[in-house]
Structures are given as C-alpha cells and as structure tokens.
C-alpha cells in the first residue's frame, strides 16, 4: 500500500513515523512547503517527495493522509475525493460549519471513504467504556464528565487561529461523549476565563472553560478543558449509571497529585504531551485507515461525525460570549 502525507508538522510527522512501521505500509509520499521537511522524511522513511499536493495525488498513491494546517483542509479533501482516493484528515474538516456542510455535500455520494481523525475513538479505555455503555452494563447514565488539561498552552500564532478552546480542544471531548454514549448534545451553556497566558486573552480567547451539555435522553455531560495543567497532559471520562460508575484515564500516568493519607496512587510518571498519551490511539487510528484504504472497512469516523462535534463547539462558544443556554438547533444551517 502506498500512502501520501500532506503536511509534514509536528502531527504530519508523528503519522509518517507511525505508518512507515505499519506492516501493510509499502512506501510513503510526501509534500509540505518547508524543504527541509520534506528531506528529514525522505530521509528518515525513504519516502518519495512530491512539490505539491497535486503533483502527490498523481504518484499513485492508495489513500492520502491530511495533516496541513486547518484552511487547506477542505480544498485538500475535495481534491483526494475527485481523484477517487480514501482520505484520512485530521479534524476540524473545516474552520467553519458552513464550509465543512459544503464537503459533506460534495463528499456524501461519492464512493470515496473520508475518514476524520478523532484519535480518542481508538483508544483501548475509551472503546472499552464505549462497550461498556452499550451492553447496558452501567444502566441507564445520569452523568458524564469529560477533561482535556494540557500541560502548558500552545504558541501564540497557534492561539490566534484555533478559533478558540472549544474548538479547537474541547471538540474532543464532545465528539467522545457522543461515541461512547451514542447519545446527541441537544443544549449546551459554557463558562471561561483567563488566569494565564496573556496572548490568550488578547486573542479573544480563555484558557480555561467549562461547558455543560444535556443529551438528547436527559444526561448530562460536564466538560473540563484548560490550557494550563502544570502536573501534565490529562485526559480523563467518567460514566455514572444507575448500575454501575466506570473511568478512562484512572491509571498510574494519571498527571494528579492525591493526598489522601496512606495512598500512593497514582505511582507512575505522569504523561506530559499528547502524543505520549494517544500513542496507541494513533497507530490503532491509522491501521484502521489502512483497512478503509483496503475496502475491509468503511470509515469510522465521517464528515457527518465531524461535523456533529463542530455544532457543539459552535454552541459552546456562543454560549461563552452570550452567557446564556444554546440549543444546536441554533446553529445548525
């Protein structure tokens, strides 16, 4: 199987690493503008350089990796699709809801499979929570609590283009509460507020924030997200049922001092970045897409899924500015 990369960052990188230790990874093709990503990768996996994403798209390739900055991303998937080739992009699909509705228009029959990157879904305690909730096993939930604490905010040239916390960051704590519980967010209300970077602020941004969510059976999801965690990268679900009360990320890299006397949990390093945590995650993520490259499977998360975890983002940062309920019927187009 031959796989193209656009974007060769840090994300683009850390995939081309990954899937050039895949076992049904023959050859890797890459393209960024900076040169000297370029030769670090043809060097490192002896993939084959293109001088730009159409040039990539004519080498033959089997499926094609996104991992460009968010703007490229729609004209990039459009481009794969019209060429009949499976794509992998990394989430958002767009920066906008109204541009991202416009690929899934273009996208929705095709034939050609996209799959959006929310590496959360391949993680061994996420699925298992997911199985749990399934099976009927915890009963019916009442409460769903999700936290995503990074261990120090991103640069501010980042910050100035994310579009802001919550969608930048806390869209992966919706879309996982929407995987696991197989439950839709109906109405929204979210808080933040600064007490660090000042180039945050100044964006027009938080850096921490809260977002309280009611799904569509009654359940209630608190979602914790903040740009400052000095301890670690800390990603955490609980799932509290009528039966039974489950946790993902209660492990001995848990970046959480307790006090409790006589305890020595958690014992271990904490994790400190993301790709330490979703290390797994991302090469079970891209083994997958080599399965929808191959026609074994088709995507397991789409633009539609992508699109869902969006609206919430979307609701959630107009319930920030206007301090009041969104329901997503509000920002739906």
Same mark, same amino acid.
């Given at each position: 199987?031959?796989?193209?990369?656009?974007?060769?960052?840090?994300?683009?990188?850390?995939?081309?690493?990954?899937?050039?230790g895949l076992d049904g990874v023959d050859?890797?093709?890459?393209?960024?503008?900076?040169?000297?990503?370029?030769?670090?990768?043809?060097?490192?996996?002896?993939?084959?350089?293109?001088?730009?994403?159409?040039?990539?798209?004519?080498?033959?390739?089997?499926?094609?990796?996104?991992?460009?900055?968010?703007?490229?991303?729609? *004209?990039?998937?459009?481009?794969?699709?019209?060429?009949?080739?499976?794509?992998?992009?990394?989430?958002?699909?767009?920066?906008?809801?109204?541009?991202?509705?416009?690929?899934?228009?273009?996208?929705?029959?095709?034939?050609?499979?996209?799959?959006?990157?929310?590496?959360?879904?391949?993680? =061994?305690?996420?699925?298992?929570a997911r199985r749990a909730v399934l099976?009927?096993?915890?009963? *019916?939930?009442?409460?769903?609590?999700?936290?995503?604490?990074?261990?120090?905010?991103?640069?501010?040239?980042?910050?100035?283009?994310?579009?802001?916390?919550?969608?930048?960051?806390?869209?992966?704590?919706?879309?996982?509460?929407?995987?696991?519980?197989?439950?839709?967010?109906?109405?929204?209300?979210?808080?933040?507020?600064?007490?660090?970077?000042?180039?945050?602020?100044? =964006?027009?941004?938080?850096?921490?924030?809260?977002?309280?969510?009611?799904?569509?059976?009654?359940?209630?999801?608190?979602?914790?997200?903040?740009?400052?965690?000095?301890?670690?990268?800390?990603?955490?679900?609980?799932?509290?049922?009528?039966?039974?009360?489950?946790?993902?990320?209660?492990?001995?890299?848990?970046?959480?001092?307790?006090?409790?006397?006589?305890?020595?949990?958690?014992?271990?390093?904490?994790?400190?970045?993301?790709?330490?945590?979703?290390?797994?995650?991302?090469?079970?993520?891209?083994?997958?897409?080599?399965?929808?490259?191959?026609?074994?499977?088709?995507?397991?998360?789409?633009v539609a899924d992508a699109i869902e975890?969006?609206?919430?983002?979307?609701?959630?940062?107009?319930?920030?500015?206007?301090?009041?309920?969104?329901?997503?019927?509000?920002?739906?187009?």
């Amino acid at each position: 199987m031959r796989i193209g990369i656009m974007g060769l960052g840090r994300i683009g990188s850390f995939h081309a690493e990954t899937l050039a230790g895949l076992d049904g990874v023959d050859s890797l093709v890459v393209t960024d503008p900076v040169a000297a990503a370029v030769a670090t990768a043809t060097e490192r996996f002896g993939a084959t350089a293109t001088d730009s994403p159409e040039a990539l798209l004519a080498a033959g390739v089997d499926g094609v990796v996104i991992a460009a900055a968010t703007d490229a991303h729609p *004209d990039l998937i459009l481009a794969a699709v019209r060429a009949g080739i499976p794509v992998f992009c990394e989430k958002p699909v767009a920066r906008g809801v109204e541009e991202s509705l416009e690929v899934l228009r273009a996208v929705e029959g095709s034939g050609v499979e996209v799959h959006i990157g929310y590496n959360r879904r391949f993680d =061994a305690g996420f699925a298992a929570a997911r199985r749990a909730v399934l099976s009927g096993e915890l009963g *019916d939930l009442h409460t769903v609590r999700s936290t995503t604490l990074d261990p120090a905010p991103p640069p501010p040239a980042y910050v100035a283009v994310s579009g802001g916390i919550f969608r930048d960051c806390g869209v992966h704590d919706f879309d996982i509460v929407r995987w696991v519980t197989g439950r839709e967010v109906v109405e929204v209300y979210a808080t933040g507020g600064n007490r660090g970077a000042a180039y945050i602020r100044e =964006a027009g941004d938080v850096d921490t924030a809260s977002a309280l969510l009611t799904l569509d059976d009654g359940t209630i999801a608190v979602i914790s997200d903040s740009r400052h965690n000095a301890r670690g990268h800390d990603v955490r679900l609980e799932l509290h049922g009528m039966k039974d009360s489950i946790a993902v990320g209660l492990e001995d890299r848990l970046p959480l001092r307790s006090v409790e006397p006589g305890t020595a949990f958690p014992a271990g390093t904490p994790h400190t970045f993301f790709m330490d945590r979703f290390a797994d995650a991302y090469r079970a993520e891209l083994t997958a897409f080599t399965e929808v490259v191959a026609g074994t499977r088709t995507s397991p998360c789409t633009v539609a899924d992508a699109i869902e975890a969006s609206l919430t983002a979307e609701a959630c940062t107009l319930s920030l500015r206007e301090h009041r309920p969104v329901r997503l019927d509000e920002v739906r187009k």
